[in-house]
């Protein structure tokens, strides 16, 4: 979700209410506080992680299913402040507990073009982010989801000999993804769909969407237990308003 305003806008969020009509929705990139983005979804609960900053990052959940608590942010005594900012002050990190589940919503802070941010981000975000969803699944399973800012890998990107060294497929940052995998996490796209080259975000440049040169970088991952009641783990790239498309999860509970 690229600021959810602009999405509103263009209609393309009642669009998909209308078209889809999820039991929860999960945005990242909300852009927004609560009450700056006229939302009219009476039938959902509105859940919003806003950053500090205004009009930057944010995550929000909409839910039909009114959950037992919710946590906001990721717990964590390290410090992360750099030249860009706090990751921790950036409503990226939004916690939701069902009767069966916690659910994660979450915005991967992004290594910047010249991957300023990937000692950060390798080092202690995808590190304490890994640690807090192992803490969460000793109560419960979980169910997270999100924009995590990488590709895992070649299949999952269009061009991956010369985007190697880029922000978003570095080593480093595929070694996040595969850590949570070692973990016990599940890639539920990529389990029901193992051979599929499929996208969810394309670069503005050079009609990349039009020619669908793009990245999957956002996925739906649960606790190992949680996968025999995955039933379905999709990629809508037919749904416009974003330079991200919606990825979305059938869940038996």
Request: proline share 5%; glycine share 8%; net charge negative.
């Given at each position: 979700m690229?600021?959810l ?10 669009e ?13 990139e ?20 806003s ?12 839910t ?65 982010f ?88 956002d996925?739906f ?13 999709e ?19």
């Amino acid at each position: 979700m690229n600021g959810l305003r602009a999405v509103i806008r263009k209609g393309a969020l009642q669009e998909f209410i209308d078209g889809y009509a999820p039991d929860i929705l999960c945005l990242q990139e909300t852009k927004a506080k609560q009450g700056q983005a006229e939302v009219d979804l009476p039938e959902y609960e509105e859940i919003w992680n806003s950053a500090e900053r205004p009009g930057y990052a944010g995550t929000a959940i909409f839910t039909k299913i009114k959950p037992l608590s919710v946590k906001y942010g990721l717990p964590t005594e390290i410090e992360m402040n750099d030249e860009y900012g706090n990751p921790l002050s950036e409503g990226r990190v939004l916690t939701a507990e069902f009767s069966e589940f916690f659910l994660v919503d979450v915005y991967t802070p992004n290594s910047k073009n010249g991957l300023e941010r990937l000692g950060l981000r390798a080092e202690k975000w995808d590190k304490e982010f890994l640690r807090y969803l192992k803490e969460l699944e000793q109560v419960k399973p979980v169910v997270v989801c999100g924009d995590f800012n990488a590709a895992h890998e070649e299949i999952d990107i269009a061009r991956p000999k010369t985007n190697h060294h880029s922000a978003g497929f570095t080593d480093e940052e595929r070694q996040g993804i595969t850590n949570m995998i070692d973990a016990g996490f599940v890639d539920t796209f990529r389990a029901l769909h193992p051979d599929e080259v499929r996208y969810t975000w394309w670069s503005h440049w050079g009609q990349a969407r039009a020619n669908n040169v793009g990245w999957r970088i956002d996925y739906f991952f649960v606790s190992y237990g949680l996968m025999p009641r995955v039933d379905k783990a999709e990629i809508h790239e037919d749904v416009m308003g974003s330079d991200h498309c919606p990825v979305s999860i059938e869940l038996e509970v």
